[in-house]
T-cell receptor, first 110, second 115 residues
Framework: GQQVMQIPQYQHVQEGEDFTTYCNSS?????IQWYKQRPGGHPVFLIQ?????EVKKQKRLTFQFGEAKKNSSLHITATQTTDVGTYFC??????????FGTGTRLTVIP | EAGVAQSPRYKIIEKRQSVAFWCNPI?????LYWYQQILGQGPKLLIQ????????DSQLPKDRFSAERLKGVDSTLKIQPAKLEDSAVYLC?????????????FGDGTRLSIL
């Protein structure tokens, strides 16, 4: 079945350091979505990538979709305490729904 | 726009009891999802509705879980009887359409604890 693996599972950074999480699939993905879940909160949609090699930026966040559309990454520049949470990638599971990755839990130390 | 509404926020029951959760999606969203999120894991899809029809319930443990969306708007998810391994957060999400390229909007979830 569809699986989307994320690494690392946990990441602790000092405030101001950069952070990257990686998402890998064994199969080609038609699209990939990224969500952020704050501690005690619910997943919030961040972005969707569709094209091979696509790069999108949201302020300090940079999202990339691999050329083969089997992997993706989220990079945060100069982390802030507001970036704390778990970041999930989600790939298509069939035509109609998503399979969420295992997530990367980010802790930012002030 | 108002977000996805869920109730209750928290529920504590003993094993073998029954429990029900309610969800009201964003107005106009045809697709509704129920997810189970176990601590430290990503959301796992239980069931997906398109209006009042089931699109995917392949991962719903049908011997104890049931869900309905009778009028194509709000939905209920029931567990009967509950087991210890059902302790999790139950998230409801909605999206305008049913395709996998639609962003999903999540409610705050119901945190279920089984004693």
């Amino acid at each position: 079945g569809q699986q989307v693996m994320q690494i690392p599972q946990y990441q602790h950074v000092q405030e101001g350091e950069d952070f990257t999480t990686y998402c890998n699939s064994s199969t080609t993905l038609s699209n990939i979505q990224w969500y952020k879940q704050r501690p005690g909160g619910h997943p919030v949609f961040l972005i969707q990538l569709v094209k091979s090699g696509e790069v999108k930026k949201q302020k300090r966040l940079t999202f990339q979709f691999g050329e083969a559309k089997k992997n993706s990454s989220l990079h945060i520049t100069a982390t802030q305490t507001t970036d704390v949470g778990t970041y999930f990638c989600a790939g298509p599971a069939g035509a109609n729904n998503l399979f969420f990755g295992t997530g990367t839990r980010l802790t930012v130390i002030p | 726009e108002a977000g996805v509404a869920q109730s209750p926020r928290y529920k504590i029951i003993e094993k073998r009891q029954s429990v029900a959760f309610w969800c009201n999606p964003i107005s106009g969203h045809a697709t509704l999802y129920w997810y189970q999120q176990i601590l430290g894991q990503g959301p796992k899809l239980l069931i997906q509705f398109q209006n009042n029809g089931v699109v995917d319930d392949s991962q719903l443990p049908k011997d104890r879980f049931s869900a309905e969306r009778l009028k194509g708007v709000d939905s209920t998810l029931k567990i009967q009887p509950a087991k210890l391994e059902d302790s999790a957060v139950y998230l409801c999400a909605s999206s305008p359409g049913s395709r996998n390229n639609q962003p999903q909007h999540f409610g705050d979830g119901t945190r279920l604890s089984i004693l």
